[in-house]
Each structure stands twice: as structure tokens, then as C-alpha cells.
């Protein structure tokens, strides 16, 4: 019989899958380079941070700062808390997260879902104040028993790509991926990935995509839509030497993109996902008909699955209030078909 006794033998070796019709190809273009996606979304809790709660909270206990019976306390609300939830259901531990007030009700209850407890803060009052999310974390982390991850200075969430997603992309590709892409949050991905394919061949080029206004396009923090991606400061767990370079993507091409990969690739995605694709087609754009994009082998990481953001990405309304084209206009504004 072919079976797992845990769900976390479930988590990682996510299919490569070759992008096609959204790259707008022409039907006679030569040989050009392949794009393929790394689609994270297959992991059990749904999203890439499965993988780093796992390694995360098994460091953590190896260490003793997680103990059993312990409380995992992370001030999160998005893929990170599953993920942290997840595990913590499998291994007994408590989880309680701490999120502000505008988080929609339904993250919080996916949360819930999972047995984790989640205390919700105003937003409106200042950062000093008792209430604060600050405050709220750092009284519930500093509680005995309890173990806060912080995925932004944990080195164990750049190293849970360096021991996996890093080793699975060089296998599946045979050793010939040409570049990679990704979108940089945490930075762990893009750090933690781009390192063992360096480490495999120097040659591999590192590209992040960021979100237009984010620091790491040199922006300063200008707010965006896309979520999980772009900071507005720089995480101990995002390398500076490991990209080769960086491409800025607007919200309105990355969301563009984003339903595109819905409706002509099947690929039902969170932003992140559209932007970071959105990257890897402008970059096999530019080496398409060049000796070098000949044998490029593109891989790209799509982090999570569109169903988090259907009241967003994918409701024409949400899109319209912010001025971006819905319906079935490309990034470029033509109607597709035309
Ligand atoms: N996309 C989504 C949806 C995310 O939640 C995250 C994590 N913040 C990322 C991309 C970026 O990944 P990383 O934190 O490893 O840079």
C-alpha cells in the first residue's frame, strides 16, 4: 500500500510544470527558452511556508526552546500561520496568532480551523499602546512555555530552502536551470534556494521580483497591493549578494498576469505568483532568439493558490476601486483573442 502515517511527509516535492500560452509565444518562434513553475500551492497546508514551519519548529525543538506542550506565538495571518498551525497540530503543540484588526475574518477562521487560537488588535491605537500588535506579541511570546519563530530573522527559514526546494529544482531540472526567479518577502526563498544553485553551478542566475515601491527595487516602502512580497525594510533572512537582479513589477501587470495564469494556464495563484511569473516571461522575452535563450531553462516559484484572494485578485470590483483592468485585457492592455 503506498501511504504516509504524517501529513508532513506530504510537505515539499511540488511539481515543475511548463508555462505555454500566457508567454504569448509566436506559434513559428525557434526554440526558446522553457518556463517552468515550481507550484508550491500543492503543499498540504496549501503554500511554500509549509516548508519553513517544519524546519523552523524542528530546529526549535531540537535546540529545547520548543518544549512539548509548548505555545508557537507568531504575529501572522497569512501562509506562515497555516503552515506553523499545521505542524503544530501534527506535534501537539499550541499556536496562537496575533493579527490586526483589518485581516479578513476568513484568514483568521482558517486559522481557527486548525485548532490555533487568534488574537485580533486594533490598528487604530499607536505602537506603544498595551493593546498594540507589538505589545500584544511580545506579552504572549514572553509567557512561559512560549516560542516565537519570526520568520524574519530566522535563519531556518532560508536554510528549509537550501536543504529542499533548492536540491528539488536542481534534480527535476537535471542540473540545467539557467535561472531562477522568485519574489522576495522574508527573502527566505530567494536567499535559501539561490545559494544551493550557486553552490551547483555559479552560472545559475538569481532574479528576484519585487513589487514596484518596495526596497528591494530601491523603492522605500511605497505601499502596493500585492501581498507576501516587497518590505519596507531589509529582513535579516534576505541574503544582499545572492540576486543578480532584480525586476520590478507593477500591481496592475502582476494581477493582469495573474488571471491570465488562471485562464490560460489553469494555474489558480495568489499575486505573488502573477508577479513573479509576470518576471519570468519578461526575462524569457529578452533571451528569446539570443544564443544564451537557446537552452535557457527558467524556473520560477509560484508561492500560493488563488483561492485566498478570490474576493481580490479575482473579483472585477476590487479591481476596478483600484483603476486596474478586469476583464480579459493582457498587461499591455490588448483584449486577448484580438
Ligand atoms: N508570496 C506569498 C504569498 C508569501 O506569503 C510570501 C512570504 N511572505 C512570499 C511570496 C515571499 O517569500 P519569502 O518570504 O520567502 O521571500
Not at 515539499?12 to 500560452?21: E, K, Q
Not at 511554500?48 to 517544519?54: F, L, P
Request: glycine share 12%; proline share 7%; charged share 20%.
Amino acid at each position: 500500500m503506498d501511504y504516509v502515517n504524517s501529513l508532513l511527509d506530504l510537505i515539499g516535492n511540488t511539481p515543475l510544470l511548463a508555462l505555454s500560452r500566457s508567454l504569448d509565444r509566436p506559434e513559428d518562434a525557434a526554440e526558446g527558452p522553457l518556463v517552468l513553475a515550481k507550484v508550491e500551492y500543492l503543499n498540504p497546508g496549501g503554500s511554500v511556508k509549509d516548508r519553513i514551519a517544519t524546519r523552523m519548529i524542528e530546529a526549535a525543538e531540537a535546540s529545547g526552546e520548543l518544549q512539548p506542550g509548548g505555545t508557537i506565538v507568531e504575529p501572522t495571518s497569512g501562509n506562515t500561520g497555516v503552515g506553523l498551525a499545521m505542524v503544530a497540530q501534527a506535534k501537539g503543540y499550541k499556536c496562537i496568532f496575533v493579527c490586526p484588526d483589518k485581516v479578513s475574518e476568513d484568514k483568521r477562521n482558517v486559522l481557527k480551523a486548525y485548532g490555533a487560537e487568534v488574537v485580533v488588535c486594533p490598528t487604530a491605537v499607536a505602537p506603544e499602546h498595551p493593546d498594540s500588535y507589538y505589545n500584544v506579541s511580545d506579552r504572549l511570546a514572553s509567557q512561559p512555555g512560549a516560542w516565537k519563530p519570526d520568520q524574519y530573522s530566522n535563519p531556518h527559514n532560508p536554510r528549509s530552502h537550501y536543504e529542499t526546494t533548492g536540491p528539488e529544482i536542481w534534480r527535476q531540472t537535471e542540473g540545467r536551470i539557467t535561472h531562477f526567479v522568485a519574489g522576495v518577502g522574508t527573502g527566505g526563498t530567494i536567499s535559501g534556494i539561490g545559494r544551493y544553485l550557486k553552490e551547483q553551478n555559479p552560472n545559475v542566475q538569481v532574479i528576484g521580483a519585487d513589487p514596484a515601491g518596495s526596497v528591494y527595487s530601491g523603492g522605500s516602502g511605497r505601499p502596493y497591493l500585492v501581498e507576501g512580497v516587497g518590505e519596507d525594510f531589509w529582513p535579516d533572512t534576505y541574503d544582499r549578494g545572492i540576486a543578480d537582479r532584480i525586476i520590478e513589477v507593477s500591481d496592475a501587470d502582476s494581477f493582469a498576469f495573474t488571471r491570465r495564469l488562471a485562464r490560460e494556464e489553469a494555474l489558480l495563484v495568489g499575486g505573488s505568483s502573477g508577479m513573479a511569473a509576470f518576471a519570468a516571461k519578461q526575462l524569457a522575452a529578452e533571451l528569446a532568439g539570443t544564443p544564451e535563450g537557446k537552452d535557457a531553462v527558467i524556473v520560477v516559484l509560484l508561492p500560493d493558490s488563488g483561492r485566498g484572494y478570490l474576493t481580490k485578485v479575482f473579483n472585477d470590483d476590487w479591481l476596478a476601486t483600484y483603476g486596474f483592468p478586469t476583464g480579459s485585457e493582457s498587461e499591455e492592455g490588448r483584449t486577448v483573442g484580438e
